[in-house]
């Protein structure tokens, strides 16, 4: 019996002693047959980690996707509301100014700054509401280069889909919030030249309003109270708290303390209340000089962000290719060098030979249709594209 209950503990402890490797055991088994279970169930060919994620991450997707639908048009309504504050602060201020100064100066201004506001609302308008391109459906693709996971189309070279709008978009760049469009094949032009003339634009406000920032704002202009004289204020607050005077006739109350009498009276001078045509003055001033610091602080903020996104968005273009090419490019670009290989993109075709295809100055077009607005259609229909790489060896060959 004692033998018994012993081989009994001895068995227990080993089967504690073994229960984590066990359970390890288990759990491993447990997990193959849910995966090889689910794999036998749900196969496909095409679904891997990349796309299993992807799905999960729909939920967030879909409200990010569905709050920036939301969002375009509250953004295009800020955009044409800041725009419009600044132009007539230029009309209210700025215009004035110049004119007393010489009218030759501001009729060449005026003429300068006009070509610069038209081509301005030009862009803008034709970016916003010029359809950016989509495969016809019903249509032959003759070059489609994949399937489209969201359309279940094919899909043409250098088209992509866009979550926001739900479509594929033929040389897609991006989907601009501020245009509530996508910026894609039918209006990336327009979108480029509304970035360069909106900075130019900016250029030129603070170039002007400069000299007028200086004299209203740090001078204070005619009525005064600039910078300098703020700064003199505070200075003589300073020295008055350091040496107080006494002012007046020196009269002792009450054989204690020493009083200033001002016209027979003790104490303080009673200060005047301002007038109303002081008051207003005073309050005209004041909206004055905001609208010049609100306009300086603006056009300065718009400088950096558009000229900087302007200036990226001209490197792409001299390379051939759009924001979401930049970043395939670059992948295939690290993965060719891996392999000792070098890529190269099929849409280079030269800086010079880039930004003429990119404005479309072909066919008898020249400086005018930059300058100047312009209603002309891009280089091909965004289905097709011609082939840098085979363009080359077929010269090559023929030479």
């Known amino acids: 019996m004692l033998y018994l209950w012993r081989r009994r503990v001895r ?3 080993q089967r504690i002693y073994n229960f984590p490797r066990d359970t390890r055991k288990w759990v ?8 090889f279970t689910m794999t036998a169930l749900f196969y496909n060919e095409f679904v891997n980690m990349g796309y299993c994620l992807e799905v999960m991450m729909e939920p967030m997707v879909w409200v990010v996707d569905h709050f920036t639908k939301i969002l375009g048009p509250i953004l295009v309504f800020g955009v044409v509301s800041l725009t419009s504050s600044v132009v007539s602060i230029v009309y209210i201020i700025g215009l004035p100014y110049y004119w007393e ?16 506001l038209i081509n301005v609302i030009f862009h803008f308008i034709m970016a916003a509401i010029t359809e950016p391109g989509t495969p016809q459906k019903g249509i032959l693709i003759s070059e489609a280069v994949s399937v489209c996971k969201k359309c279940i189309a094919p899909k043409s070279p250098r088209t992509h889909h866009c979550s926001v709008c739900n479509r594929c978009i033929l040389k897609m760049d991006h989907h601009c919030p501020w245009l509530n469009n996508c910026v894609g094949h039918f209006n990336h032009r327009y979108f480029f030249m509304y970035m360069v003339y909106m900075t130019l ?3 030129f406000i603070m170039s002007l309003g400069l000299e007028i920032a200086y004299y209203e704002i740090w001078l204070g202009g005619e009525t005064g109270g600039g910078l300098i004289d703020a700064l003199d204020l505070v200075l003589e607050d300073r020295s008055s708290q350091e040496e107080e005077e006494l002012e007046g006739y020196p009269v002792r109350v009450n054989g204690t303390h020493m009083m200033p009498v001002y016209g027979g009276t003790v104490g303080s001078p009673v200060p005047l ?3 109303d045509n002081e008051a207003e003055t005073e309050l005209g001033s004041y909206w004055y000089r905001f609208s010049i610091m609100y306009t300086g602080m603006l056009t300065t903020g718009v400088f950096f962000s558009l000229g900087g996104l302007a200036t990226w ?3 792409l273009i001299s390379k051939g290719e759009t924001s979401i090419e930049a970043h395939i490019n670059k992948k295939e670009t690290e993965r060719l060098e891996k392999i000792n290989q070098e890529y190269r993109n099929p849409y280079n075709f030269g800086v010079t030979e880039n930004w003429k295809i990119f404005l479309g100055v072909t066919h008898g077009r020249g400086l005018r249709h930059i300058l100047l607005p312009s209603w002309h259609p891009p280089e091909g229909n965004g289905l097709t594209w011609p082939n840098a790489i085979i363009t080359a060896a077929s010269h090559d060959k023929a030479a």
């Open 201 to 203: 634009g900016t250029v």
């Open 313 to 315: 968005h001209g490197r």
């Open 11 to 13: 068995h227990l402890l």
């Open 273 to 275: 209340e301002p007038s």
């Open 101 to 116: 100064k010489s009218p030759e100066l501001t009729c060449f201004l005026m003429v300068l700054g006009h070509w610069i």
């Open 28 to 35: 491993r088994w447990k997990y193959e047959l849910f995966i």
